[in-house]
């Protein structure tokens, strides 16, 4: 339909009247985030538990907001009324709740802590953010120089999500002109890099408002990461996809009069690989709901929605949009008629040539060269962050976390809750009270057989240190006969969220490695390329690892990464990564019936070397915009990806995988008939290695 002289239209119409609801529910996806962290665990974590036992005994629908006030030359007895009355202005304020702890004076006498409770509402974190910033304005209100921070649990939300704040729309925009910049360079058209970009953002208020609806009635977990990866993906898996069309469609154009013709051609030759590409990336992403990670599992589908989404507009409404415009849309080169184009020896034709002397050679150094790079993988940190280590720059949330740190016990007001069955409360008391990193423990409250105490922390409470105490303090709480104790708070909630994401990598990666192989094994119809290419993918993404690892460490500066890094890391890179072989191994083996395996892989590599690479710039492109994010994920997982990205295109794709194949030869496609394939002569198809004339292709 798409190439019909009536199909068109009929394929535009219809995205037109698809796209009138979207518009209207895409906007709404934000009111259906759960960005509340103890939403991301799995129902049987241990710290999803607690609260649900201790919220028959106390509100566990709030959190802490630690306020605190510091003057450098001390605090004055001034300062210490006004957060005294300070106290009586937050409670004026909707949704904070209970009475205040303090305002306390710290002991060396320059800061003073109070802390408050805040309700969390229906609107979450955003909720939050606008308590924090109403307190804000009461404790900066008559200061005098008094510094005022708002830190917890309730701070963190709050920069969180101003850190998002209008996230999403400026994301997209500095997406949207990355492609268009990448688009003009490529094509040096003013007018085609539209017809992508229309297409783009069809698909993502499509996908958006597929995604809301799932969340809404559906159970779908989506937040803030999921939303911002997703336009991302969206941008740049679509984008690639367009560029293969496209490429395709402007060499038929010069063999077919009728551009209905040339689409028709184009889609026929090139709809193969691009619906393979996308299957394995949506296949890949989907395989995430086997993750017992809630926000992980939550992505996966989401992800794919828009993968697939983009998929069928670009074989859709693209299609159908460049043939109801015609030629003139490739101004100022309009692909003429019958021209044969001028044959050039192009970078890609010198870089097949040099490597079909001594492929064997090339491939082993390749492969060592790349093992190197996958050595800094080893010292990646990936046990979680802290709550001020998240954010790349110094939010008013980690230099309030750094003066209360410094002037007061570090795990005050942040407590660890732990259950209990009311009888062993006593018991539970004393395990608890001797577990080190424990600095004390509260009465224990009883109400209906049950019974809740309140541990303080002698470490912050999102650090590493805070973290492995409350393992202990499992252990310990644990180990009392019949007293049905767990561990629950923010700083369990971390401990269970590392768990999972754990678990999640140990399960998910291998499942994702055999999908992907199985998908290759059915598209090339044979199981040494698939093996091969696989082998490539993850040599690939562990060179992408460690040289990511070292940047993070020596040249960003950065504290670590979240423990469901290397498993997004994987899935993206992976997924993705195998799209470009995809795109060449395949135009590899329809040249291979008529020319021989080899000659092949050179004339492969000439006819996709430009659109492949311009592909990896667009998605590497992408990816490196959520670095505009001032979020130390969102940076780590956007060079991880970019970087990964290029060393596949310009590096795995063109030289590893050319030598591969120049030194292999149709032993590719055993056991299929490509193997055993003669070509028209009659005689066996041609192994020649020698060098490939100048290619015409795009």
């Not at 996806?29 to 649900?52: C, F, I, K, M, Y």
């Not at 003429?336 to 082993?364: D, F, Q, Y």
């Not at 016990?409 to 062993?424: L, Q």
Request: glycine letters at 10%.
């Amino acid at each position: 339909m798409p190439s019909g002289r009536v199909g068109k239209w009929v394929v535009i119409a219809l995205w037109a009247v698809v796209l009138v609801p979207a518009l209207m529910l895409a906007g709404k996806l934000g009111e259906a985030e759960e960005n509340d962290n103890s939403a991301w665990l799995p129902a049987n974590a241990e710290a999803t538990a607690v609260v649900e036992r201790a919220q028959k005994l106390m509100p566990t629908d709030s959190v802490p907001a630690i306020v605190i006030y510091e003057r450098s030359g001390g605090v004055t007895d001034a300062d210490l009324a006004k957060a005294g009355a300070d106290v009586q202005a937050f409670q004026d304020i909707d949704n904070v709740v209970g009475p205040a702890q303090g305002p306390v004076r710290s002991e060396d006498g320059k800061a003073i802590q109070t802390v408050i409770q805040v309700h969390k509402d229906k609107t979450g974190w955003e909720g939050l953010g606008k308590v924090v910033d109403a307190m804000a304005e009461v404790g900066e209100k008559d200061a005098d120089g008094l510094n005022f921070y708002v830190t917890g649990p309730a701070g963190y939300g709050a920069d969180s999500i101003k850190a998002f704040g209008g996230g999403d729309s400026a994301l997209t925009t500095i997406t949207a002109l990355v492609v268009v910049a990448i688009l003009l360079l490529t094509y040096r058209s003013p007018v085609l890099p539209l017809l992508p970009l229309i297409t783009v953002g069809v698909a993502l208020m499509v996908a958006q408002a597929l995604i809301y609806l799932l969340a809404k009635d559906a159970g779908l977990v989506v937040n803030k990461q999921t939303s911002f990866i997703l336009v991302v993906l969206i941008f740049g898996a679509a984008t690639d996809y367009a560029l293969l069309l496209i490429s395709r469609y402007r060499e038929e154009l010069a063999r077919h009069e009728d551009r209905h013709e040339a689409m028709a051609e184009a889609l026929y030759r090139a709809g193969p690989a691009i619906v393979a590409s996308a299957a394995t990336v949506a296949i890949s992403l989907m395989l995430l709901m086997l993750a017992v990670l809630n926000s992980t599992k939550g992505m996966g589908p989401a992800c794919a929605i828009g993968v697939l989404v983009g998929l069928l507009a670009m074989v859709t409404l693209m299609p159908a949009l460049l043939v109801a415009c015609g030629r003139w849309i490739f101004w100022p080169s309009k692909p003429v008629h019958g021209a044969v184009a001028e044959e050039k020896e192009t970078i890609w034709t010198r870089i097949g040539n040099a490597i079909s002397g001594r492929p064997r050679l090339v491939w082993v150094g390749t492969v060592a060269v790349l093992g190197l790079m996958s050595l800094g993988a080893l010292g990646l940190d990936a046990n979680g962050l802290s709550n001020k280590d998240q954010f790349t720059n110094k939010p008013q949330m980690a230099v309030g976390e750094e003066i209360r740190t410094e002037h007061f016990p570090a795990g005050s007001g942040d407590p660890v809750y732990v259950v209990a069955k009311a009888e062993a409360a006593d018991e539970v008391r004393t395990a608890l009270a001797g577990v080190a990193g424990v600095s004390s423990v509260a009465d224990p409250v009883v109400k209906g057989g049950e019974a809740v105490l309140l541990a303080q922390l002698a470490d912050e409470p999102s650090s590493e240190g805070a973290m492995r105490t409350v393992e202990r303090a499992r252990d310990a709480v644990h180990g009392v006969d019949g007293a049905n104790a767990q561990v629950g708070g923010s700083t369990a909630i971390m401990v269970d969220t590392q768990n999972a994401a754990a678990r999640d990598s140990k399960v998910i990666i291998p499942i994702v490695l055999l999908a992907v192989l199985l998908i290759l094994g059915v598209l090339l119809r044979a199981v040494v390329a698939p093996l091969l290419l696989m082998g490539t993918v993850l040599l690939s993404f562990g060179a992408a690892l460690g040289v990511s690892s070292l940047v993070f460490e020596h040249i960003f500066g950065l504290a670590g990464a979240e423990s469901s890094f290397p498993l997004l890391a994987f899935v993206f890179l992976v997924a993705l990564g195998i799209d470009y072989n995809i795109f060449l191994v395949t135009r590899v083996r329809e040249d291979a019936l008529r020319l021989g395996t080899r000659r092949a892989a050179l004339t492969g590599l000439s006819s996709t070397g430009g659109v492949i690479t311009s592909a990896g710039v667009v998605l590497a492109g992408t990816f490196a915009a959520m670095a505009s994010l001032p979020l130390v994920f969102a940076v780590e997982l956007g060079f991880a990806v970019a970087f990964g990205v290029l060393l596949d295109t310009l590096v795995v794709r063109s030289v590893l995988v050319t030598a591969l194949t120049l030194d292999v030869g149709r032993w590719m496609w055993w056991p299929s008939k490509l193997f055993r394939r003669s070509d028209g002569l009659g005689q066996p198809a041609t192994e020649d290695s020698g060098k490939v004339p100048a290619y015409s292709g795009s």
